[in-house]
């Protein structure tokens, strides 16, 4: 059987929360590969690259990351968020906030 390379997936919902004046992206990303290897999670606010989150994990381990998303305008928004390399599922989610 060949190894599969680091390959990631998102793990339950995402959950975009305020806090004093900012908001706030939880996840849980976890490798689903055999090998290590370097997750890359890209955030994104209405259609606009904010920021992202990178990780090493070894196979078969997780993380509980917070990204701050720092102020939204007052309104609806969606937040994106995105992996790199993803496994072809779960690799992708998103919620409206309204702030």
Do not use: C, K
Not at 2 to 29: C, H, N
Not at 40 to 57: A, C, F, I, K, S
Not at 76 to 95: K, M
């Amino acid at each position: 059987m060949l190894a599969m390379s680091a390959m990631f997936e998102f793990s339950g919902q995402l959950s975009v929360t305020s806090y004093g004046s900012g908001w706030q992206a939880y996840f849980e990303v976890y490798n689903v590969g055999d090998e290590s290897g370097e997750v890359v999670v890209g955030v994104e606010v209405d259609d606009n690259y904010l920021t992202e989150w990178r990780q090493t994990l070894s196979p078969s381990t997780g993380d509980q990351p917070t990204v701050d998303l720092g102020q939204l305008d007052p309104g609806v928004h969606t937040v994106l968020i995105y992996l790199n390399p993803g496994s072809g599922q779960n690799d992708h989610l998103s919620e409206q906030v309204n702030a």
